[in-house]
């Protein structure tokens, strides 16, 4: 492994998708080539098509191609979590391997990136049956309404994400239906920005109406408890120290509240929290028309509770 992290870290859970492998690593490459340095981490999520041989296969001649395993079947949250604990990169982007996200949207999904923390993608003229399309607006309705959220397609697996805001947070069993909120409470800008959706090429969806909504109402339950008990980081910084005064106290005043985020004396609190700029990126953008001003402006982080 290349002791230089990448600057990207591309996440994959996989199971049962062996066929769909080969394209799916095959487009990644083409889309990533352009941005720069960049690691493929694909997760097996307990497979019994022989999607772990693939795998195993294919990274025979890739070193930035990387294959974790689960014992068992352990769900699409934690192949995700997993992926996420092992990435390097300065940014992570999820996506799918059933070959319905498009690859080929990643370079917009992290030109959007600029001056925000999450990009999420919105499917546009979802390749799905009604069944799946309808039971995905009912669970963002029920989401959404529940946690004061405005996410349009929580459902669409292709994202990008800045990893620090990933990195603290809790996994749990579902929680990849609600990481740009998650992400959001800790601090993060998110902006939604329209993707491109393919139909299913190889194997059969995993998810269908029961599955969806019921395991959605009961994780929706344990996130508004969560939510209810989350420790909001923007309420610490740091302060500037502040020279003694002739009486040995310091300029500063300790003694009352200050709505002023600086104290009394010349020092400011440190800017670290502020977003790193993004590498410079060579070459013209491959989508002049669908630059970052495309995406929606990017909000404040606010709460709901």
């Known amino acids: 492994m290349n002791a230089q992290p990448p600057w990207i870290s591309v996440v994959v859970p996989v199971f049962n998708e062996a066929d769909s492998l080969p394209v799916l690593l095959s487009e990644l490459e083409g889309a990533l080539g352009p941005l720069g340095s960049y690691e493929l ?3 097996d999520d307990g497979s019994s098509d022989g999607s772990l041989a693939r795998l195993a296969s294919l990274s025979a001649f890739r070193p930035r191609l990387r294959v974790l395993r689960h014992r068992r079947n352990a769900g ?24 319905q996200n498009d ?11 600029d001056g925000c923390d999450v990009v999420s993608g919105v499917r546009q003229r979802r390749r799905d049956g009604w069944l799946r399309r309808t039971s995905s607006r009912v669970a963002n309705f029920l989401r959404n309404r529940a946690l004061g959220e405005s996410i349009t ?5 292709l994202k990008v994400y800045r990893r620090r805001f990933l990195a603290p947070l809790p996994f749990f ?20 920005l329209p ?4 139909a299913r090429r190889f194997g059969a969806s995993h998810y269908g109406l029961l599955n969806r909504l019921f395991k959605v109402t009961a994780d929706l339950l344990g996130v508004l408890w969560l939510g209810r008990r989350w420790i909001d980081p923007s309420h610490a910084e740091e302060v500037a120290p502040c020279a003694a ?3 040995g106290r310091s300029s500063g005043s300790w003694d009352k509240a200050s709505s002023s985020p600086a104290s009394s004396c010349s020092g400011l609190p440190p800017s670290a929290g502020a977003p790193a700029p993004s590498p410079p990126r060579s070459g013209p953008s491959p989508w002049p028309e669908a630059s970052s001003s495309s995406a929606t402006a990017c909000p404040e982080p606010t709460r709901s509770w």
């Open 195 to 198: 993707v491109r959706h393919r």
């Open 173 to 192: 069993a579902g929680m990849h239906r609600f990481l740009p909120t998650l992400a959001r409470w800790n601090g993060a800008r998110v902006v939604e």
């Open 153 to 157: 397609d929580v459902g669409c697996a």
């Open 41 to 43: 981490i694909f997760i």
């Open 103 to 113: 690859p080929a949207d990643i370079p917009r999904l992290v030109a959007a990136l």
């Open 76 to 99: 699409q949250s934690a192949a995700l979590a997993s992926g996420i604990r092992a990435a390097r990169g300065e940014l992570i982007v999820t996506i799918d391997a059933d070959l």
């Open 245 to 247: 005064s002739s009486s």
